[in-house]
């Protein structure tokens, strides 16, 4: 089993930065990938972005965060952390980390994660 915790949402004015944080515990020696995704009450949860815990492949991003948010890891704390900038009115979301206990060739189908954590709310104001 594995759990994850995200951390770190909050208002935020447009404009400004954000850090969230997930942290794995449990059989963490089993994560391959991590993900961020978000939802809108009564929308689909949609890929935020995603990060493969070996190798060096960089992050993975939606075409609407690509440029402002930044996903990183700390295998050492086993922490995953997405960096929000230049937050929008429509980023205002609960943001779901996710994990993966097999290496998969997606990393953007939410159906390929196994673990999900319980969400952080992130509501950026005008």
């Known amino acids: 089993q594995v759990q994850l915790v995200e951390s770190g949402g909050g208002l935020v004015q447009a404009g400004g930065p954000l850090r969230l944080s997930c942290a794995a515990s449990g059989r963490t020696f089993r994560l391959y990938g991590m993900g961020w995704f978000r939802q809108v009450a009564g929308k689909e949860r949609e890929f935020v972005g995603a990060?493969?815990?070996?190798?060096?492949?960089?992050?993975l991003y939606a075409d609407s965060v690509r440029g402002r948010f930044t996903i990183s890891r700390d295998n050492a704390k086993n922490t995953v952390y997405l960096q929000l900038s230049s937050l929008k009115l429509e980023d205002t979301a609960v943001y779901y980390c996710?994990?993966?206990?097999?290496?998969?060739?997606?990393?953007?189908?939410?159906?390929?994660?196994?673990?999900w954590g319980q969400g952080t709310q992130v509501t950026v104001s005008s």
């Open positions: 996710a994990a993966q206990t097999t290496l998969r060739r997606s990393l953007t189908q939410q159906i390929q994660y196994d673990y």
């Open positions: 990060i493969r815990l070996t190798g060096s492949v960089g992050g």
